[in-house]
């Protein structure tokens, strides 16, 4: 089998009738020939990646696994339906699926990031935890969306909302504006974790501290305790806010 698919692979462009069969072998129960499959369809081009990334709709869980990490092996070469793929794979009842759905998103770069802001909008709640998380995992390329990930803030599931502000930590400075501007939104909850969110950051979002002392007077407790630890955190950036500080010892919380 392993000889077999390699021979095909070397015809390139002249094995495309045969890339769905290579394909099915992306799920050999050995090693080599999987890599062997995977190396020809990247010979054969397009129609061979394309394939590849069909195998995500497979029965088999395994199936679905081995293309889902083939597919991010091939980096940003990956075909565009790809990244689709492979963000709805998120939401696959297989946890190994899921796994390495989200970690071949991250090879893919920005087009990865981009598909994984599109499941932000799924009926599912742990699909959109799971976008999420995966775009905590990028790096620059998760920059230009930190203001969508701060959206989740308002999800109706506390599961999401967690995985937004974590996500958003995780992101840093660049995430800092988006979750300052949530600051002041109606919804308690969505404002202390704006707050927690900042104060985790620290240092990198020292140019919010007059807006964290702004929450010193909020109505809620759980609030302002997130304000006040959250300029702690942020050192001697907070230092102009010392009194404002200083009067909270004088509070009730």
Do not use: W
């Not at 869980?61 to 991010?72: D, I, S």
């Not at 796994?99 to 991250?106: E, H, I, K, P």
């Not at 499941?119 to 998760?142: C, G, H, I, T």
């Not at 937004?164 to 995430?175: E, H, K, M, R, Y």
Request: hydrophobic letters at 45%.
């Amino acid at each position: 089998r392993r000889v077999a698919a390699e021979a095909l692979g070397y015809l390139g462009e002249g094995a495309t009738a045969y890339a769905e069969d290579i394909a099915a072998h992306l799920a050999d129960d050995v090693a080599a020939v999987r890599r062997c499959c995977e190396a020809s369809l990247v010979r054969i081009g397009p129609p061979g990646m394309e394939a590849m990334a069909s195998q995500l709709d497979n029965c088999r869980a395994f199936a679905r696994r081995c293309a889902a990490e083939a597919l991010g092996r091939l980096g940003t070469a990956a075909p565009p339906r790809a990244a689709l793929l492979l963000a709805r794979s998120l939401g696959d009842s297989d946890q190994d699926v899921r796994c390495s759905a989200a970690t071949s998103l991250v090879a893919l770069g920005g087009a990865g990031a981009a598909a994984i802001v599109g499941q932000f909008k799924s009926d599912s709640p742990q699909v959109r935890a799971r976008a999420a998380e995966a775009l905590a995992n990028m790096s620059e390329e998760s920059y230009p969306h930190a203001t969508a990930l701060a959206q989740l803030l308002d999800d109706q599931d506390s599961e999401v909302r967690d995985s937004a502000a974590s996500a958003l930590v995780c992101i840093g400075p660049a995430s800092a504006q988006a979750l300052a501007a949530r600051l002041a939104d109606d919804n308690v909850a969505v404002r202390r974790v704006a707050a927690e969110g900042l104060g985790k950051i620290g240092a990198g979002a020292a140019e919010y501290t007059a807006s964290l002392t702004g929450l010193l007077s909020d109505s809620d407790e759980t609030v302002r305790r997130a304000a006040v630890v959250a300029l702690g955190r942020m050192g001697e950036a907070a230092a102009p806010h010392a009194a404002a500080l200083a009067d909270r010892l004088e509070g009730g919380d």
